[in-house]
């Protein structure tokens, strides 16, 4: 089946905000006096924020509620949010926007597909949004990737089958989650290096010969 729609995890592909979590998660790990460094946040890609939050805590000391940790994971989105103020629209990847251009021109529809609850804030913030026919985020799912809900209701956000759809993603776990859906992935970054996808890609501009293929009805 041609190629009609693209699901892109936000995080790694459109932009990034990997710093803004480390220092957040960090801030956080630091007052409750549980070990945190850059090796434990790789853990941390592609997953939810209470997810993240269990990784975190199994190195304390303390048991903690249900209720505390949330409190806790609400601590780290304040947090991360008061970070995000310093995003703007010319934080855009310039290669991300040509890119985003060019396949709205071939007539095909796009979506974000992410795991994070700040997924449209951050698109408002760089000036994204218009991109995109949909936004699928952690407020429309209760699983996290491997799991692909995300990119199954995203690909219904625009009524295709995942057949018809291609997700770009950089976290293993991510790829992990099209291939279970049934959809083909195209990797950037952590995810490429690690060849976990169909398609794995230098920067987001080499997705568009692989678009043009695919439109075609092309599979390689």
């Known amino acids: 089946m041609p190629l009609q729609g693209i699901l892109f995890d936000l995080d790694g592909v459109l932009c990034s905000t990997d710093e803004y979590h480390y220092r957040a998660w960090k801030e956080l790990a630091d007052s409750i006096s549980v070990p945190f460094d850059r090796t434990v946040n790789e853990r941390l890609r592609g997953i939810s924020r209470m997810d993240s939050l269990e990784i975190i805590l199994e190195k304390s000391a303390k048991t903690y ?18 970070l995000l103020q310093n995003l703007s629209p010319k934080d855009a990847d310039p290669d991300v926007v040509s890119t985003l251009l060019t396949l709205r021109k071939r007539g095909l529809r796009l979506c974000v597909a992410s795991s994070s609850k700040n997924a449209r804030f951050i698109l408002d913030r760089l000036a994204l949004t218009s991109y995109f026919d949909g936004v699928c985020d952690g407020t429309q799912i209760t699983r996290a990737k491997p799991d692909p809900e995300v990119f199954l209701t995203a690909a219904a956000m625009l009524s295709l089958p995942p057949e018809s759809c291609l997700v770009v993603e950089d976290a293993v776990a991510g790829a992990q989650a099209a291939h279970a859906g049934g959809f083909l992935a195209a990797c950037v970054g952590d995810a490429s290096k690690k060849r976990a996808g169909d398609y794995n890609l230098a920067g987001l501009p080499d997705l568009l010969p692989i678009c043009d293929r695919l439109q075609r009805g092309g599979t390689t």
């Open 65 to 82: 509620t249900p209720e505390e940790k949330r409190a806790l994971a609400d601590r780290k989105n304040a947090r991360y949010r008061e």
